[in-house]
């Protein structure tokens, strides 16, 4: 896995390629560490999975450990999700209904207040 992230005012853009597993998993969560331990209060996070084509229970972990985080800041975040495996795994576990999604990072900007 491959994570970049960068700043957008008032925002930060994390982008992933590759599975969202237990190999990949250790990169995207030092990512997210570090854009967090960084970021001001609150945080809005935008990450983009649309690269990425699988993701497991240790994956799924990350992604539930860092949105319980910026919801205890009181902050946003954002996934942007392709049509498929991952948007199936949120609806099947029911995360579906605590996760914010977008299907494109534009709408994810927009709805975070960044400029396009």
């Known amino acids: 896995m491959v994570v ?3 700043r957008e005012e008032p925002l930060t853009v994390l982008h992933a390629v590759g599975d969202l597993d237990v190999a990949g998993a250790p990169r995207l969560q030092a990512a997210l560490d570090q854009v967090l331990a960084s970021s001001v209060d609150p945080p809005k996070l935008v990450l983009d999975l649309t690269d990425v084509p699988f993701c497991d229970s240790v994956g799924l972990g990350v992604l539930v450990a860092t949105l319980n985080h910026v919801q205890r800041a009181h902050g946003r975040f ?14 099947i576990t029911n995360l579906d209904r605590h996760f914010e999604t977008s299907s494109s990072l534009l709408d994810a900007r927009t709805a975070l207040g ?3």
């Open 4 to 6: 970049r992230s960068w």
């Open 114 to 116: 960044a400029a396009a």
């Open 78 to 91: 954002i996934l942007v999700l392709a049509p498929g495996m991952i948007r199936h795994l949120l609806t």
